[in-house]
């Protein structure tokens, strides 16, 4: 059964830190890329960032450049979200995605692409007070 698990959402202030975890099993994760996705209250999804496991290529949406850092653990299968200076803003259920690389990163870039990804987790839920 393919399968994506999120992990490390919770409650954290203004200008703290987060790492999310995405554990895949069911699927041979080295021919994938995982993406992360959000989607706050009353908005629609949104790509934050996503890594290629074959060769490590990252991308980042410019709302979280040079704060958060995607990176990933080939031999545990799991993709990390470290997310530091949070903003209220960033407060979102947090979704992990796999899929080819070129359709992440599709997914990641232009709004409403996700809908086109088909692996997805349960979601976890990131909440940043002010």
């Known amino acids: 059964e393919v399968q994506l698990v999120e992990s490390g959402g919770g409650l954290v202030q203004a200008g703290g830190s987060l790492r999310l975890s995405c554990a895949a099993s069911?699927?041979?994760?080295?021919?994938?890329?995982i993406g992360w996705f959000r989607q706050a209250p009353g908005k629609e999804r949104e790509g934050v960032s996503c890594?290629?496991?074959?060769?490590?290529?990252?991308y980042y949406a410019d709302s979280v450049k040079g704060r958060f850092t995607i990176s990933s653990d080939n031999a545990k299968n799991t993709v990390y979200l470290q997310m530091n200076s949070l903003k209220p803003e960033d407060t979102a259920v947090y979704y992990c995605a796999a899929g080819d690389p070129g359709a992440v990163v599709a997914g990641i870039i232009t709004m409403g692409f996700y809908r086109y990804l088909e692996v997805w987790g349960q979601g976890t839920l990131v909440t940043v007070s002010s």
């Open positions: 069911g699927f041979t994760f080295d021919d994938y890329a």
């Open positions: 890594i290629s496991s074959s060769d490590g290529s990252t």
